[in-house]
Every structure is written in structure tokens, then in C-alpha cells.
């Protein structure tokens, strides 16, 4: 943030400013993390994004002081804190605890049709599909739910689907060390549907591939083939 920029829309209301749906905040506690202590006292934690989601609400002409948006900003700022919670989570913690010796299994091992919903970048709308990890093990493999873990990280973040696409495939590629991965995800993207060029049925696909997918055209054209038999 500049220096010198104050965002008054980021601080919790003034007592008796605003009706007791409001957080009301004792003297001298965090506004963000509150101790254990504190919370008897209060209604719930204020979240910063509390107070630009009840400016938001305004901007486009909204009133939120009316019955069924008084919970709104609140409900907002969690569920943009769950939706981004991936700039949190340590990629290393989740995968190192669940590696296995392969046993001198070395073909390739697919985890198909994984659900995720991801926020676009560039207007903060969903767009949301399946993805498709493939593996060769070299040595080792890795809890088949730890795959689907890899991919809500970098989901929940703000993303663009290629990046998503590179990152679960480089993410595995450093803590597995196989011989190859690859990754296909397939989505759909609110930002073309509901603006734009509008268009509903689009779906957008892309693949990431390391090591003996990348090298090897036989390895390659057997994955596409598996997801394409479904």
C-alpha cells in the first residue's frame, strides 16, 4: 500500500454509528486477529474487507442497511478469504507428509476429473472445470488425495488457467521427482459468459507437460487418450 493512502472503509464503525449487526471492537483489540479472550466480547472478528464490501455495495447503488443485505458485507469478506485461502497454504507441508516408496511401479498413474473453482484475475468472476494429473513415478508416489489437495492451492488464489495449469504440474515435478507429469485442465469461465462476448458454452483447455510427457509423443498422445475415453 502507497505511503500516506488511508483506507477509512477498512476500519470497523464507530460505536453506535452503525446498528448492533456490527462487530463492535473493545478498546485496544486487533481489528484482524483477535485473542481468545477478547471474543466473549465481541459479536464476531472485523475483517477489513468487511468495510470495502459495504462500499462496494454502495458504489453500485445499493443499500446496506436494508434487511437482507445487513449480513452481506460480512458473508463477502469470508467467503473471499476462503476463496483466496490458497495464499496461505504451504505446498511442501501438504505433499512431503504422504510420499511412498513406488515399489518399482513405474507407469503412469492418473487422477482424473478433479472439480475446481478458481476467481479470474482480471475481474474477480469464477471460472471453475476439471483437472486431470498424470504422473510416472520415479522412486516414489504420492496419497492419490494429496493430488486434489496440490490443486484447491493454487485454485484458490487469483488465477489465470495457465499459470494453474503450470503450477500444479511444476509443483508435483519439485516434490516428486518422476520421470514426467502431466496436467490438462478444462473450464469454464463466467468472465466470457456473463460479460463480454457472452458466450455460455465455451470451454477453455490447457496442458502442462514435464519430463517423459514432454520428450516421448507415445506418453503423450496415452494421456490425451485416456481423458478423451473419459
Known amino acids: 500500500m502507497k505511503s500516506g493512502y488511508t483506507r477509512p472503509d477498512a ?3 464507530s460505536p453506535g454509528a452503525e ?3 456490527k462487530a463492535r471492537i473493545p478498546p485496544g483489540a486487533s481489528p484482524l486477529r483477535l485473542a481468545q479472550s477478547d471474543a466473549p466480547a465481541i ?3 472485523w475483517d477489513p474487507l468487511e468495510g470495502l464490501s459495504r462500499c462496494m455495495l454502495e458504489e453500485v447503488g445499493e443499500d446496506p442497511g436494508r434487511e437482507g443485505l445487513v449480513q452481506t458485507p460480512r458473508r463477502m469478506a469470508k467467503a473471499l478469504r476462503f476463496l483466496t485461502s490458497g495464499y496461505e497454504a504451504d505446498v511442501g507441508e501438504i505433499l512431503n507428509g504422504a510420499l511412498f516408496d513406488a515399489e518399482d511401479y513405474a507407469e503412469p498413474i492418473l487422477v482424473q476429473d478433479i472439480e475446481f473453482y478458481s476467481l479470474c ?3 474477480l468472476l469464477p471460472f471453475f472445470g476439471k483437472v486431470n494429473v498424470a504422473y510416472r513415478p520415479n522412486g516414489k508416489i504420492i496419497g492419490l488425495s494429496k493430488i486434489p489437495r496440490l490443486v484447491d492451492v493454487f485454485a484458490r488464489r487469483l488465477q489465470v488457467q495457465e499459470r ?3 503450477q500444479i504440474a511444476a509443483a508435483l515435478e519439485e516434490v516428486l521427482a518422476p520421470q514426467g507429469v502431466a496436467v490438462s485442465v478444462s473450464a469454464f469461465h463466467l468472465c466470457m459468459a456473463m ?5 455460455q458454452a465455451s470451454q477453455t483447455t490447457t496442458t502442462a507437460f514435464t519430463g517423459a510427457f514432454q520428450r516421448e509423443r ?3 498422445k496415452e494421456f490425451l487418450a485416456l481423458l478423451h475415453a473419459g
Open 218 to 220: 507415445r506418453l503423450r
Open 43 to 45: 459479536e464476531h472478528a
Open 164 to 166: 494453474l495449469t503450470q
Open 19 to 21: 446498528s448492533s449487526e
Open 121 to 123: 484475475e482480471h475481474h
Open 11 to 13: 476500519t470497523p464503525p
Open 195 to 199: 460479460r463480454g462476448v457472452q458466450k
